[in-house]
């Protein structure tokens, strides 16, 4: 098994390939199998390190909540790629992955030489509105404690975020994606909310403007929300690019795997140079 050991913590990793990096991170209830396709894909021209966020998967999940607060995840992980002898890569990152990659430009922008945010967002304006889903991810959060991870999963697969993907998956890859979800752990995952939910980070809307390195935004088609947010996104991001998944929703990575992989190696490719 192959772990970074960061102030206590066991981050669990997959790497593969050689030339220049790519760290890539997974979505709440998600871990870093989902980006196995994509790792061969990049992985004749790309080194890749695919991490499992704390509390998900095989990385430790502990009962206090220091460790989840985003500031604390992004240092541990940067601690965690820095220990590999990395001084800068592209940082990928699908939902809860890409607002942490995001995060990881605004506190270590020296260790990032480019960005990939799939279905990501820069946090939320306003403290009311940061407060009231603080509210709401804490209801989650409870419910995972009090009535366990089916109990959660049967919610969090009600939610009509996912609704595109009745259609777009088969009944073996919606097996295997309810599968992923239930083998996590309840604390995990609810401090996972608590620590790093989109309330409880911070509010990076106002630096977009000063990111300097290469972006690609990726939104599914059929996710309204995020797809509008790319747009807000690209408009203030000096060198972005924008790519809208035609009949994808919000993990268009496993809705349309082929289409996202396609815009992500030709992201890298294109800019290799400089990476």
Known sequence: MTYAEVNGLALYYDRYGFGPPVVMLHGFTGSRTTWLDLVRELQDNFCTLSFDLIGHSRSGSPSEIDHYRMDNAVDDLVSAVRSMGIEKAVWLGYSLGGRTALQVWKRHPDIVSGLILEGASP???TCKERNLR???DETLAQLLIEDGIEAFVGHWESMSLWKSQESNLSESSQTAL???RLAQ??????????????GAQSWLGEDLKSIGVPVLLIAGSLDDKYSQIAREMGEQIPDSQIELIA???HAAHIERPE???K???DFLLQ????L
Do not use: C, F
């Open 134 to 136: 603080r509210q709401s």
């Open 263 to 265: 815009v992500i190696k």
């Open 123 to 125: 946090g939320i304006p």
């Open 247 to 249: 009949d994808a929703g």
């Open 271 to 274: 800019h290799r140079g400089n």
């Open 185 to 198: 752990r309840e604390i995990g995952l609810a401090n996972s909310l608590r620590g790093m939910g989109t």
């Open 259 to 261: 289409q996202v992989h």
């Open 178 to 180: 309810r599968a992923q």
